[in-house]
Structures are given as structure tokens and as C-alpha cells.
């Protein structure tokens, strides 16, 4: 089947900062497929690529089969953006931006006043829909991001960072709408800092650093890389933690008062039994124990932490906030 | 459900921007009403009144196809200039840049919706002067020739402008000095005629002088120089601009990083 991305060394220069390093990503169809990285590492370059916002340096994308420069009108029927900034068509209300955003796609004009409302209700904002966008909450701007990226049905919907900022309610909200469109058959592909939201959703990750892919991989896979701790609670301990030469994955021991944790590789749960053996065997009473997942969140510094010094660029443009900056937006010299 | 997609997406865009402007009368037609109706009646009506014939027409009738022309281009220009920049510096232009059309149906787009305001301003200046003087259509076509060209032509301008200009005082820049210059020394006010012959063959490189020639000699019959050559030369110089236009859309030039 026909990846719906292709990359292959890809590469995006911006003066002297290289943006993209020659990524090599793909992404299959139907997939949720998520992009992580610290801020700078590539991933809004990488997906405005796609959509034309960004002219690659060198190596190739495709979507759906197609080359982003030399079939861009195809690239663009395929794709339903909802971008990090809130750039919205400020001189009509919203469900008429929703139409001409239809219209530009080649949706007949009344299936375009379906669609509308069809994509406002679906996000939860029908009753605004003769607002302007400027009048709209910041919770309610980010679901009208989402219901332009869905307006013209997409193949592939692409989302970037769409729950930053916004709360709990909406962003569970969110996720049941992006959801039912990859279980539709929609492919999705979303950048985000929650790790949280991309241990959830997504079939695949891949993690980004400067520009590269470091590696893509499951959620689980992923945590599996990582290492457990296991904290038993001792009822007499002893002065020092105690040896456990018998268990080969003990990486490293600590006794802190009665508590002695041990960081074991791999899965704390088929670790636990034979350390709790050992301990027996030695003597020790376990009151209490407890097994700590490594997150997703702590592989992910682990795969990026020293990767990059602190004064590398910010090759995506954005900074902490998301914003442009300097001087990876030419386009954001207007400013 | 897809109908005729080609003209869907450039009709949703030529609407669009259309609409952008029809809606806010009071922001794109009300100025160049007022400011016409002062033009006519202090450089009209109350100068006017002492300025002797030229060229067999009294100052006012002379004056009006100037403002007409003048009306036409500055709204053309203004109109494609602000909605691309004003795209460009909220980002909005995205939704269109993201979307499948076409460069060429991006920029006909911009160019026909602004080129029609500066028609639709230009016959609102003409018609306020008909209060002011009794005033004629000599050469039909050629009058209609000529604002669809000189439209056209500023249109096409102003999307190179919302495209290279960095700041909104750019846009003002343009307006102010390059605009501005050409217009008043381009014969609105005066008839080539008068002016010494050194300055008279310098006046004859300002397009703007074929422009305001052309449409003066579809309302008066009366032009400085020859119409058929300043028509061949604008619609040449249009069709330029236009090409232009749709290249530095295709180089995402101000568009993309």
C-alpha cells in the first residue's frame, strides 16, 4: 500500500541553521502516528513541508504517492491542517470561513454549508457560528482549527500541537473527535509536548532531535527501553542496601531510611517476585512494596538530553510558546 | 457531491475577496466618495471656475477622467496590496496557500476582485462628476478598454507590493511616493500640452500619462497621446505584471520560509 508519507533525506536549510537533516520518516495509512521532540527539532518544518508552507532544501516527501512540489495540488486536496497559531481568516464568521476553506478544496457550494455544520457541531461551537473568529474564546479558536482541518475531509489531518494551552475537558473532547476519525480510516499524524496524549493515541512515535529522526517505535515498545524502579519498604533495615548479585538486571540499588529502591532494566512486574526472593532469603520482612513505570516522558529526555547543546538553534522556528522567531520565519519579518 | 472543482476553488476565492471588500463600504467606498466630491469642488468648481479652457474643455470636464483614473488605480492597488499583506502578517493566507488551487487561480483571483473595486470606485468618481459637470462617453470601447487595463494593471501591482512589503508603512511608502508622484505628474491636473518640451518628452516615460490619456479619450475624444499605442503598451505591461504575480506565488515569495 501507498505510505501516506514518504520522507527521505530530507533536508531545509534556513540560512546556516539546518532545520531538517536528512529525516527519513514514513507513515502508513490509517495510522496514528505521533511526532515528539523538544522544541526546535524540526517538527512544524517537517510538517509545513507538506502543506507548502516550507520549501524543502533537498531529498524527497511524498503524500500518498505524491511529491509535495512537483503534485502540491494533490498533496493539498489530501491534507487538513490544524496549525499551532491561530491563523484564521478574520473578516467573516467562522462557519463562512469553514466554507470558503471547503470551496477552495472544490466542495460544491451546498455540500459546503453541510460541511460547515456538520465540522461545527462536531467540535462543539454550531452556536457560534456567526461569530468571527477574534470574538472566539481560546478554547473555542482551538476546536475551529481542528473543524478547518476537517471541513474538506482529509485523508490525512494534521495536527500540531492541538491541545497546548487548552484544558482537561476540551482536550478529552479533542481526542474523542480525532479518535473516530483514525477509526473512520483517517490518517493522522500529531506533534504534541503532552506525552501523555501521544501514549494514548498513537500507534507509533517517533522521536525528533535536531532536525533527525532518533528513533520511532510504540508507546510500549518505547517505555520497555526504559528502566523500572521497585520500592520496598523493609520493617528492620539494615545500615547499607543490601547486595542482589543474583538478579542481572539490578542496575542500581539505594536505601533511603527503611526504603530501599532498586532501578531494575526493562519490567519492574517480572523483576519484582525474584528480588523480593532474594530479600526474603536474606532475612528482610517486606511491609509494603511498590513498582514505578518508566514514562514515556523520562525516555523521551533520555533519548534526547545531550543531543543538543544549549545553544543550538531552534530549527523549527518556534519558540517556548510556540511563536515565530528569528530566523527560521522569513515569511515572519513582516511582523 | 464535487461540482466542476476548477471553478469552485477559484470562484470560492474570487467571492471571498470580493466580499471582503462589498461589505465594508464604509471602509473601501465611502473615502473615494468623499474625497472626490472635495476634489471637484474646490480644484473643480471653485478653482476651476478660474482656470481658462484646455484644450476646448472646461477645467471640470478636464479633470474628471484624472480622477477617474486616479480613483481606479489607487483602490485597485490598495485592495490587492492590504488583502495579501493583511493575509500574510495574520497568517491567514495559509488557508489559501494550503489549499489545492492553483498559483495561477490564487492570483487571477486576487487580481480580478481587486481590479473590479477599482472599477466599481472609478464609475462612483464619474458618477459623482456628472453632479458637478455635464459629462459624455466619447469612445465607448475605448474607455472600457482602458479602466478594465489600468484596473487590471494596478491590481497586478499591488500583489507585488503585499508581497515583498514588510511592515504595513510599506504599504503607505508605496502609495505615498511612488503612487502618488506619478499620478499628479501624470496629466490629471494638467494637459501635457503646457508643459515645456524637455518636460513634456520626460512626462511621456510616466505610464501614467497613457493611462490618463486613454481613459480621457473615452470620455472626451480627446487624448495627448496616440490611444491604440497606450493601450497595446499597458496591456502588454499588464499581462507582465500578472506573470509576475503568479511567479512569485509559485516561489512562495513572502508566502512560504
Known sequence: MTLAIDATDLEKDYGDVRALDGLNLSVEQGEFFGLLGPNGAG????????????????????????????????????????????????????????????????????????????????????????????????????????????????????????????????????????????????????????????????????????????????????????????????????????????????????????????????????????????????????????????????????????????????????????????????????? | MVENPVSARFYTLLEREVQRFVRRPWNTFLPPMITNVLYFSVFGVILGTRIQEIQGFSYILFLLPGLVVLGAISNAFENASFSIFHGRWNEYIHETITSPLSYTEMVLAYVLSSASRGIVVGVIIAVIGAFFTPVGVEQPFYLVAFMLVVSLLFAALGVVGGLVAKDFDHLTVMNQFILRPLVFFGGVFYSLEILPSLWRTVSLLNPMVYMVNGVRYGFLGYSDVDPNTALAVLSGLTIGVVALDIAMFARGYGLTD
Not at chain 1, 481560546?138 to 482529509?154: D, W, Y
Request: charged residues 35%.
Open chain 1, 43 to 335: 517538527k512544524t518544518t517537517f510538517i509545513n513541508t507538506l502543506v507548502g508552507l516550507v520549501r524543502k532544501t533537498g531529498g524527497e516527501v511524498t503524500v500518498f504517492g505524491n511529491d509535495v512540489e512537483d503534485e502540491y495540488r494533490e498533496v493539498r486536496d489530501s491534507i487538513g491542517l490544524a496549525p499551532q497559531e491561530f491563523n484564521v481568516d478574520r473578516f467573516f464568521p467562522i462557519r463562512e470561513v469553514l466554507m470558503h476553506k471547503a470551496g477552495y478544496h472544490g466542495v460544491s457550494e451546498a455540500e459546503r454549508e453541510r460541511r460547515a455544520d456538520e465540522a461545527l457541531k462536531l467540535v462543539g461551537i454550531y452556536d457560534k457560528r456567526n461569530t468571527r473568529f477574534d470574538w472566539l474564546s481560546g478554547g473555542m479558536k482551538r476546536r475551529l482549527l481542528l473543524a478547518r482541518a476537517i471541513v474538506t475531509e482529509p485523508n490525512l489531518l494534521i495536527l500540531d500541537e492541538p491541545t497546548a494551552g487548552v484544558d482537561v475537558q476540551l482536550r478529552h473532547d479533542l481526542w474523542e473527535v480525532i479518535n473516530r476519525l483514525n477509526d473512520e480510516g483517517t490518517t493522522i499524524l500529531l506533534t504534541t509536548h503532552y506525552i501523555e496524549e501521544a501514549e494514548r493515541l498513537c500507534d507509533r512515535v517517533a522521536i525528533m532531535d535536531s532536525g533527525r529522526k532518533v528513533t520511532v517505535a510504540t508507546p510500549e515498545e518505547l517505555t520497555e527501553r526504559g528502566s523500572d524502579t521497585i520500592t520496598v519498604e523493609l520493617r528492620d533495615p539494615p545500615a547499607s542496601a543490601p547486595p542482589l548479585d543474583g538478579l542481572s538486571e539490578v542496575e542500581d540499588t539505594r536505601l533511603e531510611d527503611d526504603r530501599l529502591a532498586v532501578r531494575v532494566a526493562g519490567s519492574g512486574g517480572r523483576v519484582a517476585p525474584r528480588l523480593l526472593n532474594a530479600l526474603e532469603d536474606r532475612g528482610h520482612e517486606i511491609t509494603d512494596i511498590d513498582i514505578s513505570r518508566t514514562s514515556l516522558e523520562e525516555i523521551f529526555v533520555e533519548l534526547t538530553e545531550g543531543q543538543r547543546g544549549s545553544d543550538e538553534p531552534d530549527g523549527d522556528g518556534t519558540g517556548e510558546d510556540g511563536t515565530a522567531d528569528e530566523p527560521a520565519r522569513l515569511a515572519g519579518e513582516a511582523r
